[in-house]
């Protein structure tokens, strides 16, 4: 049995009721999300941010408010939100149906008991038609079995991201999860700064100042100014994108470039069906690095590890 058929893992997705359980999840996250902009020091490309895969869901960096110290993390095991605090003192609450408006309130009614006082921009970002937290009545499900099943599906492939990640001893963002985009990621940088991005916000500008090749997971659906992607997917985009990028070979054949989304996605679905799904990944991520960075003229050699990372 390979460590990617391990019993539980690499489940299917989507499951019926995820659409709608994800659209929720997804909105609970940027609730979250903004206490960290407010709780943390902006690092560079909006690393501090960002949350951190564990063994029962997502969670925060240590976040600082005023003389508070504490951390907040989804559990998808139990189904609750923890928020601790360095002294001890912790509130819990349960994931379960219920709209965002009222998540948003029992979130902040949940940290002013903590003695912990924040203000956030309450508008979801980089999504289509947001609405903001207090108002949002429409997002409200949440299967469990759902959730469980997209959280174990990150736990299946995060140690392979990791090993990715230390093939390289250049600079790289440690595996992480960006609540804006809903995506799991792990980004490679060149060392030199990126051309300026005409039109680019401010959030954009810091996240692209440098030149990047950039991996991971999106589980589908509407990104906003971009169109919509029906499967969970796994990606691969370069910026700026070399010339000759989207022509290039990756592994397996299921993989493709989207020319609408300018990046190479492989089906979540390709990677989780086949004999091993952890190798399969593999090759994907390092044919398309390969590609991307002899083209855009990276120290191939000079940034890659002497051992070739595996156990």
């Known amino acids: 049995m390979t460590d990617g058929a391990a019993a539980g893992a690499w489940p ?3 499951l019926e009721g995820w659409r709608e359980t994800y659209a929720t999840l997804h909105m609970w996250t940027q609730v979250v999300g903004k206490v960290c902009i407010a709780a943390t020091t902006l690092a560079n490309h909006w690393w501090n941010i960002a949350f951190r895969v564990t063994s029962r869901g997502f969670s925060t960096p240590l976040l600082r408010a005023g003389d508070r110290i504490f951390a907040m993390e989804f559990d998808f095991v139990a189904h609750r939100l923890l928020i601790r605090c360095e002294d001890g003192s912790s509130e819990t609450l349960p994931l379960e149906p219920r709209t965002v408006a009222d998540f948003y309130a029992a979130t902040m009614q949940a940290l002013a008991r903590l003695g912990i006082a924040v203000r956030i921009w309450t508008m979801p970002v980089e999504v289509p038609e947001p609405i903001r937290f207090e108002l ?8 469990p079995t759902a959730a469980n099943a997209f959280f174990r599906a990150l736990v299946s492939m995060t140690p392979v991201l990791e090993r990715f990640r230390c093939r390289f001893v250049g600079k790289c963002s440690p595996v992480h999860f960006f609540w804006g985009s809903f995506d799991l990621a792990v980004t490679r940088f060149s060392g030199r700064r990126a051309p300026a991005r005409p039109g680019a916000d401010a959030i ?27 499967e969970p997917v796994f990606y691969c985009y370069a910026l700026p994108e070399p010339d000759g990028f989207k022509r290039a070979r ?31 990944l593999l090759a994907f991520m390092e044919s398309t690095y390969q590609a991307a960075a002899k083209l855009a003229k990276w120290d191939v050699d000079g940034l890659t590890a002497r051992t070739s990372g595996s156990r």
Not at 251 to 278: C, I, S, W
């Open 250 to 280: 990756a592994e397996p054949t299921a993989a493709a470039y989207d020319e609408k989304f300018g990046e190479f996605f492989l089906p979540y679905e390709a990677v989780r069906t086949a004999a091993d799904p952890e190798s399969t």
């Open 12 to 14: 299917p997705l989507p």
């Open 204 to 230: 954009t500008r810091e996240a692209y100042s440098h030149e990047v090749i950039s991996h991971g997971f999106w589980p589908g659906g509407d990104f906003a100014g971009r169109g919509r992607v029906e």
């Open 136 to 143: 949002d009545t429409k997002h409200r499900s949440y299967d």
